[in-house]
């Protein structure tokens, strides 16, 4: 069994502890190997769309290290959480510094945070859909636990989904876009579940009411445990960490869009309607996330035993390399445009 090859997924964790505890330049340790060694790795590195066979599939499926490996994130995040708070607090920390601890936090948050809260959110067991958004918690984000279930699976490569890149759409407007429309259509999709079974607006069922109200206590608890320094940058933090993954929705649909049929309704999701790599190192720190096709054909399936799907766009390098393509727009459309389907540039027109 491979399930070993997934503690690589803690060295940006280990980068975060790193650079919690030495400071100075090493500040960035993390920000810098994840968006700067990784990368390098990615490019020198073979890619691997090899599959496993069904027998080691079910085996992989059944074998509960793969949950464990996911787990323990968890207590990671809030040990690397209640650090940081103490450093931001007690620690006389430079702006240079503090801004290189946010963000090396922020990296955290946003791969070993809420990518696995993603995995996690998706599975049919309720103590697993709750260290979900204990691990949305930090980024300020748990309203991702509805909105992507109800709604980005729902609506993925449409124009009526907040975290579907559009053609031609900069990551800097897309963040914009994606963040302000995903938290209103939370708001919408948990009114439309209350109205469905009889619950009213301000129902104890209301869980956005409750997202709501956890966040603040945990800002609020920071702010009068340390000061408002410390909420203040464990906020910034948790602003990085949800960047992060808008970042990654960004290059997981960019230009995608499905087809309507004659009746006016979308086309099923589709392999084709999500970019796929192949690099490694990449998929292994993500759990399996750049295998995204298969992710949607079945969003219940384990991340361990994602497929590489022949018909899926495969982008030129990893997913921790096209992020940081994506933030230079020019070198971002020259990359991705002339690969995205002439059919879907003319849906992209056409609406």
Same mark, same amino acid.
């Given at each position: 069994?491979?399930?070993?090859?997934?503690?690589?997924?803690?060295?940006?964790?280990?980068?975060?502890?790193?650079?919690?505890?030495?400071?100075?330049?090493?500040?960035?340790?993390?920000?810098?190997?994840?968006?700067?060694?990784?990368?390098?790795?990615?490019?020198?590195?073979?890619?691997?769309?090899?599959?496993?066979?069904?027998?080691?599939?079910?085996?992989?499926?059944?074998?509960?290290?793969?949950?464990?490996?996911?787990?323990?994130?968890?207590?990671?995040?809030?040990?690397?959480?209640?650090?940081?708070?103490?450093?931001?607090?007690?620690?006389?920390?430079?702006?240079?510094?503090?801004?290189?601890?946010?963000?090396?936090?922020?990296?955290?948050?946003?791969?070993?945070?809420?990518?696995?809260?993603?995995?996690?959110?998706?599975?049919? #067991?309720?103590?697993?859909?709750?260290?979900?958004?204990?691990?949305?918690?930090?980024?300020?984000?748990?309203?991702?636990?509805?909105?992507? #279930?109800?709604?980005?699976?729902?609506?993925?490569?449409?124009?009526?989904?907040?975290?579907?890149?559009?053609?031609?759409?900069?990551?800097?407007?897309?963040?914009?876009?994606?963040?302000?429309?995903?938290?209103?259509?939370?708001?919408?999709?948990?009114? +439309?579940?209350?109205?469905?079974?009889?619950?009213?607006?301000?129902?104890?069922?209301?869980?956005?009411?409750?997202?709501?109200?956890?966040?603040?206590?945990?800002?609020?608890?920071?702010?009068?445990?340390?000061?408002? #320094?410390?909420?203040?940058?464990?906020?910034?933090?948790?602003?990085?960490?949800?960047?992060?993954?808008?970042?990654? #929705?960004?290059?997981?649909?960019?230009?995608?869009?499905?087809?309507?049929?004659?009746?006016?309704?979308?086309?099923?999701?589709?392999?084709?309607?999500?970019?796929?790599?192949?690099?490694?190192?990449?998929?292994?720190?993500?759990?399996?996330?750049?295998?995204?096709?298969?992710?949607?054909?079945?969003?219940?399936?384990?991340?361990?035993?994602?497929?590489?799907?022949?018909?899926?766009?495969?982008?030129?390098?990893?997913?921790?390399?096209?992020?940081?393509?994506?933030?230079?727009?020019?070198?971002?459309?020259?990359?991705?445009?002339?690969?995205?389907?002439?059919?879907?540039?003319?849906?992209? +027109?056409?609406?």
């Amino acid at each position: 069994m491979t399930s070993f090859k997934y503690l690589a997924a803690y060295t940006i964790p280990m980068a975060t502890a790193l650079a919690l505890y030495l400071k100075g330049t090493f500040s960035f340790a993390a920000l810098i190997y994840a968006f700067g060694i990784i990368p390098l790795l990615e490019i020198v590195l073979k890619e691997d769309a090899i599959n496993d066979t069904k027998e080691v599939v079910a085996l992989k499926k059944a074998n509960k290290i793969y949950d464990f490996l996911l787990y323990i994130n968890l207590p990671i995040i809030y040990v690397l959480v209640v650090w940081a708070a103490i450093e931001f607090y007690h620690g006389a920390l430079s702006p240079f510094e503090a801004c290189g601890l946010v963000l090396s936090l922020g990296v955290a948050l946003g791969t070993n945070g809420i990518n696995v809260a993603h995995e996690l959110g998706h599975r049919k #067991n309720n103590l697993e859909k709750t260290l979900a958004k204990a691990l949305l918690l930090p980024s300020f984000y748990m309203h991702f636990f509805i909105e992507h #279930n109800w709604g980005h699976h729902t609506y993925a490569a449409t124009k009526e989904d907040p975290a579907t890149a559009q053609y031609q759409q900069s990551v800097y407007g897309f963040w914009i876009s994606s963040v302000s429309r995903q938290y209103a259509n939370a708001w919408k999709i948990q009114g +439309k579940r209350n109205r469905e079974n009889g619950w009213g607006f301000w129902s104890i069922y209301n869980d956005m009411m409750w997202y709501t109200v956890i966040q603040l206590v945990y800002l609020i608890t920071i702010l009068f445990v340390f000061n408002i #320094n410390t909420a203040l940058l464990m906020l910034a933090a948790g602003v990085v960490g949800f960047i992060l993954l808008e970042t990654v #929705n960004y290059i997981e649909h960019y230009g995608l869009l499905r087809a309507k049929n004659a009746q006016g309704r979308y086309e099923a999701v589709r392999a084709i309607h999500s970019w796929n790599s192949n690099h490694i190192i990449g998929r292994i720190v993500l759990y399996e996330l750049t295998r995204h096709s298969d992710h949607h054909y079945m969003a219940s399936k384990k991340y361990q035993t994602l497929m590489c799907r022949e018909e899926a766009p495969q982008m030129p390098f990893g997913y921790p390399t096209s992020m940081v393509i994506s933030l230079f727009p020019p070198l971002w459309f020259k990359l991705m445009n002339p690969r995205v389907p002439e059919a879907m540039k003319a849906l992209a +027109k056409a609406r």
